[in-house]
C-alpha cells in the first residue's frame, strides 16, 4: 500500500528522540510524496484520496510511525513498534501532528474527521 510522508513534528513519546523517518498517511494524492507542515496537499491528477478534494475545512487522518533510536524501548526484538499519530489538515494545509492516544482504528489510515469522509 503506498502512502505519503510527514516529515518532522513529533517526537518518540518513549525516548523523545525526533523521528526522522517520517509519519505514513494517505490524504491527497498518494504518491509516495514527502511533506512538511505548512506544506498543501496536492490533489492533482494520479490517485487520491478520498477521489477529490473535500470541502470541509478541517481533516483528522491516523498516520503511521516508527522511532528510528535503536536503542528506544519501542525496539523489540530487533524491530521498532507501530505507533500512531494524528495528523490534521486545515484549509489543505497540514497544520499539525500529535500522538494519537485514542483506541486504534479498525481501518488503516482511518479518516476520523469529517465523519463523512470515516468511510474513504
Ligand atoms: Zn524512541
Same mark, same amino acid.
Given at each position: 500500500?503506498?502512502? #505519503?510522508?510527514? *516529515?518532522?513534528?513529533?517526537?518518540?513519546?518513549?525516548?523523545? %528522540?525526533?523521528?526522522? %523517518?517520517?509519519? @505514513?498517511?494517505?490524504?491527497?494524492?498518494?504518491? @509516495?510524496?514527502?511533506?512538511? !507542515?505548512?506544506?498543501?496537499?496536492?490533489?492533482?491528477?494520479?490517485?487520491?484520496?478520498?477521489?477529490?478534494?473535500? %470541502?470541509?475545512? &478541517?481533516?483528522?487522518? !491516523? @498516520?503511521?510511525? #516508527?522511532? +528510528?533510536?535503536?536503542?528506544?524501548? %519501542?525496539?523489540?526484538?530487533?524491530?521498532? +513498534?507501530?505507533?500512531?499519530?494524528?495528523? &490534521?489538515?486545515? +484549509?489543505?494545509?497540514?497544520?499539525?501532528?500529535?500522538?494519537?492516544?485514542?483506541? *486504534?482504528?479498525?481501518?488503516?489510515?482511518? !479518516?476520523?474527521?469529517?465523519?463523512?469522509?470515516?468511510?474513504?
Amino acid at each position: 500500500m503506498s502512502f #505519503n510522508t510527514l *516529515e518532522g513534528g513529533i517526537t518518540c513519546p518513549f525516548c523523545k %528522540s525526533e523521528i526522522l %523517518s517520517g509519519i @505514513g498517511f494517505r490524504l491527497g494524492k498518494i504518491a @509516495g510524496s514527502r511533506y512538511k !507542515i505548512g506544506d498543501q496537499l496536492d490533489w492533482e491528477g494520479g490517485d487520491c484520496r478520498p477521489k477529490r478534494r473535500p %470541502s470541509v475545512s &478541517t481533516i483528522k487522518t !491516523i @498516520g503511521y510511525f #516508527n522511532c +528510528d533510536n535503536v536503542t528506544c524501548y %519501542s525496539w523489540k526484538d530487533c524491530y521498532p +513498534d507501530v505507533q500512531l499519530a494524528l495528523i &490534521t489538515v486545515e +484549509d489543505n494545509v497540514i497544520t499539525g501532528v500529535e500522538l494519537y492516544k485514542g483506541k *486504534e482504528p479498525k481501518k488503516q489510515f482511518a !479518516i476520523l474527521e469529517p465523519a463523512s469522509l470515516k468511510s474513504q
